[in-house]
């Protein structure tokens, strides 16, 4: 995060406690290819996400770009200016296993997907909210947060898919928090800035559904629902309300000589993300104000077959936010079966 100008909270004691009520849940809806959600045939396969976020805008409850902030200290009224140049880059990679042997009639898979990044937004965004300032931060690439998904089924027709899977994230990420002097001798304590977890457990269950056109899948349309349930933060009295990530995407495979090996992938995707429930605690500030994001963008990309190995490139637009940053991603992702 570069030069990142900010909110200056309000503050009335001696010594304040504050966390972000619009928390930005573990789950990124830009981060997979449209397929990945979907079972590949039985194997051991490895995949490396690369993700880069930037925004310069941060919108308030009501999806509208905040440009100053007037605050209550104890001298009295301040007018602060905000302003926002974020820069974040993870990347995520991932050991998927599918079994041979069908459960229910399924496919069944897992995978671990430990991360590293060089900021985390949910403590940029605790920062905007919490205590503001003149922030010049460059860190280096850190251990995030762990996902595992020990529970993975898939209904696999001729010309559908249907996918169902429970998974957790687990706060192993770098994670601490640290005061701030404010005027008139107030202290408030806020994420530190040199945060990489997100300081709380998330269990997530997903299911998606894709349509095939054609028997041969070359043309996929599909849609695919997160939910999030988070526990309590670590070092608040906050228990970050529930989130909801709708994917959608159309994924077109084009061979690109005449036996197939290799194919050219092109199509559109979106994806939207909802808080669906208040955060709660004394710690959340405006604890009904919900935080939401949509974005749409696409995805190109290569496939060799004979050696099930990928390379995608895809990028997204977020075109309306609230209570969070609005900004645009490009993801870079590779995959091959061992």
Not at 162 to 190: E, M, Q
Not at 222 to 247: A, C, H, I, R
């Amino acid at each position: 995060m570069k030069n990142l100008v900010l909110i200056l909270a309000a503050v009335s004691s001696a010594a304040t406690t504050i966390a972000s009520a619009g928390e930005i849940g573990h789950f990124n809806g830009g981060v997979m290819d449209i397929r990945d959600y979907f079972e590949p045939e039985p194997g051991l396969y490895g995949v490396v996400y690369n993700y880069y976020y930037f925004a310069d805008r941060l919108n308030n409850r009501n999806g509208d770009k905040i440009s100053s902030e007037t605050i209550n200290t104890p001298g009295g009224p301040v007018d602060v200016n905000v302003g926002v140049n974020l820069h974040m880059y993870a990347v995520i990679p991932a050991i998927i296993w599918v079994s041979p042997c069908d459960i229910l009639g399924a496919k069944y898979g897992a995978y671990i997907a430990p991360s590293f990044a060089n900021n985390s937004l949910d403590a940029n965004l605790s920062i905007a909210n919490g205590a503001g300032g003149s922030i010049n931060h460059s860190a280096s690439i850190g251990v995030g947060d762990l996902y595992v998904q020990p529970l993975w089924l898939d209904w696999a027709e001729h010309h559908w898919d249907f996918s169902l899977a429970y998974g957790f994230y687990a706060p192993v990420g770098r994670y601490d928090t640290r005061t701030v002097a404010l005027p008139g001798g107030a202290n408030v304590k806020v994420e530190s800035k040199d945060n990489l977890g997100l300081g709380f457990w998330t269990q997530e269950a997903q299911g998606g559904v894709a349509w095939y056109p054609m028997t041969n899948k070359a043309t996929a349309v599909t849609l695919v629902g997160t939910y999030e349930y988070n526990s309590g933060k670590k070092d608040f009295d906050l228990k970050p309300g529930q989130m909801f990530t709708l994917n959608w995407g159309i994924s077109q495979y084009l061979p690109l000589n005449k036996c197939h090996e290799l194919l050219l992938e092109v199509g559109p995707a979106g994806y939207d993300t909802w808080q669906i429930t208040d955060s709660t605690g004394r710690d959340a500030i405006n604890g009904s104000a919900r935080s939401q994001v949509h974005a749409v963008g696409g995805q190109v990309g290569l496939t060799y077959v004979p050696w099930n190995a990928f390379l995608t490139f895809h990028g997204f637009y977020e075109y309306a936010a609230e209570s969070r940053f609005e900004g645009a991603s490009i993801g870079l992702n590779v995959g091959i079966k061992f």
